[in-house]
């Protein structure tokens, strides 16, 4: 079976039960608040998560360390790696004892991967689970967390960067946790505990953030030209199309002008392939959109425009443009994390090699370079 038919089947049955039974905050049973620590585990990792919830509407967050066991039960690995993950879950249904949920997350670790090879990884998550609380305060769930993102390890010396494959196989592999819910297990009714949107106002003017994004898919067109070492004849490149696998780290600082405007500089790699690095020097403008619920929560586009200095020659610099659309999570008034996707663009002029040696520029001629990407990407605000 798929793993995306998997996915699709369990999100349509919470869907179902949502929209066929009566309203989960009506008369009945109160609701289950999910609140509490667990041991979390399948047949790739096992660790503990923290859930806590921040809204009224029962939406809950939660954090998770994990030791990663890929390769591990079979020998294949001396030790275990490590991951963190941090997931934000919106409730589909919540009923007295019977919660299922589903959204979006992210993962960071040192871990290996199908090839067996201890690494460095970043990615995007999604979810879709459920919870049962017995008595006793004790709570049983179980989970699909596939992740999308990208392994970055060394052989012989060299780096190498590829897709992180054990993260789709979390697509149908599911993941199994027993906890304890702290406190008391439900609320009586709306409005009767405090309440304060996290998003509602934000205390400060500036922010400090970290931003990391894969790009899965890169289209490089050249079109280039030089003169051979004898001036005997030409060599020539046109409109080349390639495929890559790259991901990008960027430090910020960002100046919120009003609640609906932003101007954020960044600073850091655009790409982390050593054949294709970029120090990259940015200044977006972002424009946030009227929040969707009360806790803040938001969709947001930006635009990026800098330049970007390439590794191995940093005297020829590249133009950068990105266009971006995401979606905003509100943790507190001053801290936020977003979600998005990212339309990537740089020209500049490349730099042509011949046995192994850069081509002075004399020999160069009508030389061009433009790289599309696409990028999926995580962005802490604090």
């Known amino acids: 079976m798929k793993p995306g038919l998997v996915i699709k089947g369990m999100i349509g049955f919470c869907l179902c039960v949502c929209l066929g039974g009566p309203g989960a905050y009506g008369a009945g049973p109160a609701p289950y608040m999910p609140m509490g620590i667990s041991l979390t585990g399948g047949v790739q990792h096992l660790g503990f998560t923290y859930d806590f919830a921040l809204e009224e509407n029962h939406n809950f967050q939660s954090v998770s360390i994990f030791m990663d066991m890929q390769g591990l039960n079979t020998g294949r690995v001396p030790y275990p790696g490590a991951m963190l993950r941090y997931d934000y879950h919106f409730t589909l249904l919540n009923r007295h004892r019977m919660l299922f949920y589903a959204g979006p997350g992210a993962v960071a670790g040192y871990v290996t991967d199908t090839d067996g090879r201890y690494g460095i990884t970043l990615g995007l998550g999604g979810h879709v689970g459920m919870k049962y609380l017995f008595d006793r305060h004790i709570v049983l769930g179980i989970a699909l967390h596939p992740v999308l993102g990208y392994n970055l390890n060394w052989e012989n ?25 702290f406190g008391n297990q439900t609320i009586e009714s709306a409005g009767r505990h405090g309440f304060t949107p996290a998003g509602q106002a934000r205390r400060r003017h500036w922010t400090l953030g970290l931003e990391a994004s894969y790009k899965p898919t890169v289209y490089n067109y050249l079109s280039s030209m030089y003169l051979s070492n004898d001036g005997s004849r030409y060599y020539s490149m046109e409109d080349q199309a390639t495929f890559h696998s790259n991901a990008s780290l960027l430090l910020s600082a960002a100046w919120h002008f009003t609640e609906y405007y932003q101007i954020r500089l960044l600073l ?27 806790q803040g929560d938001r969709f947001f586009a930006a635009v990026d425009a800098g330049i970007g200095l390439k ?72």
Do not use: C, M
Not at 269 to 294: C, E, M, S, T
Not at 349 to 369: F, I, M, Q
């Open 157 to 181: 010396g060299q780096q190498r960067l590829n897709i992180y494959e054990a993260g789709l196989w979390r697509s149908v592999l599911p993941e199994v946790s027993l906890g304890y819910s």
């Open 268 to 294: 850091g790699y655009a790409g982390l392939r050593p054949d294709v690095r970029i120090h990259a020097f940015l200044l977006r403008n972002q424009w946030n959109f009227k929040p969707i619920n009360a």
């Open 311 to 382: 590794a191995r020659d940093l005297g020829r610099p590249y133009a950068l443009a990105n266009l971006s659309f995401g979606y905003s999570l509100a943790v507190s008034a001053d801290s936020s994390i977003e979600f998005f996707i990212r339309s990537g663009n740089a020209f500049g002029v490349p730099t042509l090699y011949e046995d192994g040696l850069p081509v002075p520029a004399e020999r160069a001629y009508k030389s061009r370079l433009f790289v599309s990407s696409i990028d999926l990407g995580i962005a802490f605000d604090l």
